[in-house]
């Protein structure tokens, strides 16, 4: 049986599977176009090839018949660069404009800015560079038996760094909102909820990264381990993945049921109640890219193709976590709208005022929304005398003191308890509960 010079360069392994393939096939050995299209003889040739040639052999044996077929040679890395870096250039703009807010109105740094700060600095940005510089540079995208050997080792290295980032990210977003939070509801009993909630994230995230950096013994195994011709063990990837995702969404679903909870005791209108609502619901998007990325990691820990198919794994998690970053900038976003637009994005009594003083939490105002007219007296005096005894305090029109009445209107509201304190209540730590 004649081969083409590149089937002649074959293992002898995979030549012996071929040659018995297509001799239980209708196709000739010269008739290429059938043996290309005949997808029962390639089931079987590569079902024989798995089990009798290394790893190594096959993914070359693949290259070349996959070549010689005239099959395309798939890559869907660009697409996934240019939603990376769109991806990173609204993930800059959002907490650059958080930043800028409370720089310009002179607000301070938060707790959750500082945080927010952290993670996109230490986290973020690293993930995005590598994104690019060392997982789609490295195969990611393309099909595995097109990459070089070298690059499959170097890109599940970049792989599993991102895994690392990954799981610290998640949980240093759900500290921004927690403690973004704390500053809008600290009544007791919330605040128990809440600081719970800090601490059963934290362990969470240490957890995971942890096992993220040591799910492989040695280390390295999990760079190596493709080809099965190293020594090593690992912890199921799929159920690291899938309790990571589920235990997130659910801490996600409690986060935001605890503002949703808080928001309908609050004395407010039906129109403010939604508004704030909406506000806090924005963190629903969040949640739902993470359940979104749960279709992805269905097939993530089984499937031999990594280079393909982990690049959905790395979108979804991109997209989440820039969807994570971009809520946790929506307050302070939300103030730039009233800014430019505050007959559409702000209440009646916000229109008026100055963003900086918007900008934040609580307060402890409530009371009706009727204007009441009064009218006042005020008394003021200068003495001319040196007398100080209580007599000439009570009288000073009999002491040489100058005794002045003015009567006046005052027209005023009260206002609704709001969700944004003036600029001094925010610094000094206001609250819902007073």
């Not at 001799?23 to 010269?30: D, I, K, V």
């Not at 800028?100 to 002179?106: P, Q």
């Not at 952290?118 to 789609?136: D, K, R």
């Not at 209440?347 to 918007?358: K, L």
Request: aromatic share 12%.
């Amino acid at each position: 049986m004649a081969f083409s010079p590149a089937l002649a360069s074959l293992p002898t392994c995979a030549l012996t599977c071929l040659i018995g393939a297509i001799g239980h096939s209708e196709c000739m050995p010269t008739n290429q176009t059938c043996i290309c299209a005949d997808t029962a003889m390639q089931a079987e040739a590569t079902a024989c090839i798995t089990s009798a040639c290394t790893v190594r052999e096959a993914l070359f044996t693949k290259n070349v018949t996959m070549a010689n077929c005239g099959a395309p040679i798939r890559d869907s890395s660009h697409e996934y660069v240019i939603t990376t870096n769109i991806l990173g250039v609204l993930i800059g703009v959002f907490v650059a404009q958080r930043l800028a807010f409370k720089l310009y109105y002179k607000l301070g740094f938060a707790i959750d800015d500082w945080l927010l700060l952290t993670t996109v600095l230490l986290f973020t940005t690293p993930s995005l560079v590598i994104n690019v510089h060392g997982l789609v540079a490295h195969g990611m995208g393309r099909d595995i038996w097109n990459v070089p050997f070298d690059d499959i080792t170097e890109f599940l290295h970049f792989f599993q760094a991102m895994a690392i980032l990954y799981f610290a990210q998640i949980a240093m977003i759900k500290l921004v909102v927690l403690f973004f939070l704390l500053r809008v509801f600290p009544s007791p009993g919330v605040r128990k909820l809440l600081w719970g909630t800090v601490v059963f994230n934290v362990l969470l995230g240490v957890i995971f990264v942890l096992v993220a950096m040591f799910q492989c013994l040695p280390m390295g195994y999990f760079g190596t381990r493709w080809d099965h011709e190293h020594e090593g063990r690992c912890l199921n990837i799929n159920a690291i993945t899938w309790s990571n995702a589920i235990i997130s969404i659910a801490v996600d679903i409690w986060t935001l049921a605890i503002p949703l909870y808080q928001v309908r005791t609050l004395k407010l209108s039906l129109k403010k109640k939604i508004g704030v609502g909406m506000m806090f619901t924005v963190g629903m998007c969040f949640t739902i890219m993470s359940i979104l990325r749960l279709r992805v990691l269905v097939s993530f820990g089984s499937n031999t193709n990594v280079t393909w198919h982990f690049i959905d794994v790395c979108l979804w998690s991109t997209l989440e976590i820039a969807m994570g970053v971009i809520c946790a900038c929506m307050p302070s976003f939300r103030m730039l709208l009233i800014k430019f637009w505050p007959s559409i994005f702000s209440g009646d009594s916000y229109a008026s005022r100055p963003a900086g003083s918007q900008y934040g939490y609580g307060y402890g105002r409530s009371a009706t929304s009727s204007k009441v007219r009064r009218k006042g007296t005020t008394i003021s005096t200068v003495t001319v005398g040196g007398a100080t005894d209580d007599s000439q305090k009570k009288s000073p029109s009999m002491n040489g003191g100058v005794f002045c009445s003015r009567t006046y209107d005052v027209e005023y509201e009260e206002e609704e308890l709001e969700l944004v304190p003036p600029k001094q209540a925010y610094l000094d730590g206001p609250r819902l509960d007073q």
